[in-house]
C-alpha cells in the first residue's frame, strides 16, 4: 500500500511513499536519524540539525516526518525528489553560512596549544564516527556536542563549521 503525499499546492506532482506496518512507525525512526545523518554531515549540532530539517520541510512542504522518511529512504540508496533535495541543500547551505552582522571583534585573539587543539580535533573526529554509528543514542549526541562545543570555545568561533575548519588550519600547520 502506498500513500501520497503533494510535492505542490496541487495535484500536479506527487511523491509516493511505501507505507509500513504500524507496528514499525517508520517516522519515529526517521526524525532522530535523520537529524543525526545531518549532525554527521554537515557537521552540526542537534539543535542545528532540528533547525535545517525543519526549513527543509517547509522549502519543500513536506512535514518533517515525510522528508525525514526520504532522507533515511536516500541512505539507502532510494532516489530523493528533486523538490526534497533543493530544500535540504538550501537548509544546509543556509546553516553553514556565517552571519555577516555577527563579524567577530577586530583585536589581537588569544589561541590554544596546538597539543590542546589537536586533542579537541581527535574526540570531535571519534565522537563523529561514534554518531554515524549509532545516531539516535543520546549520549553519543550528547558527546558529540560537547566535543563541538570545546571546538567552538577554543577557536573563538560561535559557528561549529567554523571552529572546525579553523582547527582543522591550525593543527595543520
Same mark, same amino acid.
Not at 81 to 89: D, F, Q, V
Not at 109 to 130: H, Q
Not at 138 to 159: I, K, N, Q, W
Given at each position: 500500500?502506498?500513500?501520497?503525499?503533494?510535492?505542490?499546492?496541487?495535484?500536479?506532482?506527487?511523491? *509516493? #511513499?511505501?507505507? +509500513?506496518? =504500524? @507496528?514499525? $512507525?517508520?517516522?519515529?525512526?526517521? !526524525?532522530?536519524? /535523520? %537529524?543525526?545523518?545531518?549532525?554527521?554531515?554537515?557537521?552540526?549540532?542537534?539543535?542545528?540539525?532540528? *533547525? #535545517?530539517?525543519? +526549513?527543509? =520541510? @517547509?522549502? $519543500?512542504?513536506?512535514?518533517?516526518? !515525510?522528508?525525514? /522518511? %526520504?532522507?533515511?529512504?536516500?541512505?539507502?540508496?532510494?532516489?530523493?525528489?528533486?523538490?526534497?533535495? *533543493?530544500?535540504?541543500?538550501?537548509?544546509?547551505?543556509? $546553516?553553514?553560512?556565517?552571519?555577516?552582522?555577527?563579524?567577530?571583534?577586530?583585536?589581537?585573539?588569544?589561541?590554544?596549544?596546538?597539543?590542546?587543539?589537536?586533542?579537541?580535533?581527535?574526540?570531535?573526529?571519534?565522537?563523529?564516527?561514534?554518531?554515524?554509528?549509532?545516531?539516535?543514542?543520546?549520549?553519543?549526541?550528547?558527546?558529540?556536542?560537547?566535543?563541538?562545543?570545546?571546538?567552538?570555545?577554543?577557536?573563538?568561533?560561535?559557528?561549529?563549521?567554523?571552529?572546525?575548519?579553523?582547527?582543522?588550519?591550525?593543527?595543520?600547520?
Amino acid at each position: 500500500m502506498t500513500a501520497t503525499v503533494p510535492l505542490v499546492r496541487g495535484d500536479e506532482a506527487r511523491l *509516493r #511513499i511505501a507505507e +509500513a506496518p =504500524a @507496528a514499525q $512507525a517508520p517516522s519515529d525512526r526517521a !526524525v532522530p536519524w /535523520a %537529524v543525526g545523518a545531518l549532525m554527521a554531515t554537515t557537521p552540526a549540532t542537534a539543535r542545528e540539525a532540528e *533547525r #535545517i530539517l525543519s +526549513a527543509a =520541510a @517547509a522549502g $519543500a512542504g513536506l512535514p518533517v516526518t !515525510v522528508l525525514a /522518511a %526520504v532522507v533515511l529512504d536516500a541512505s539507502r540508496g532510494t532516489p530523493v525528489p528533486a523538490r526534497a533535495e *533543493r530544500a535540504l541543500r538550501q537548509a544546509v547551505r543556509t $546553516a553553514r553560512t556565517p552571519d555577516p552582522q555577527a563579524s567577530p571583534a577586530p583585536g589581537p585573539y588569544l589561541l590554544p596549544l596546538p597539543e590542546d587543539a589537536e586533542k579537541a580535533l581527535g574526540r570531535f573526529f571519534e565522537t563523529r564516527l561514534r554518531l554515524t554509528a549509532a545516531p539516535a543514542d543520546p549520549e553519543t549526541c550528547r558527546a558529540f556536542e560537547d566535543s563541538l562545543f570545546t571546538l567552538c570555545v577554543l577557536m573563538g568561533r560561535p559557528c561549529a563549521a567554523d571552529a572546525v575548519h579553523e582547527a582543522v588550519q591550525y593543527t595543520a600547520g
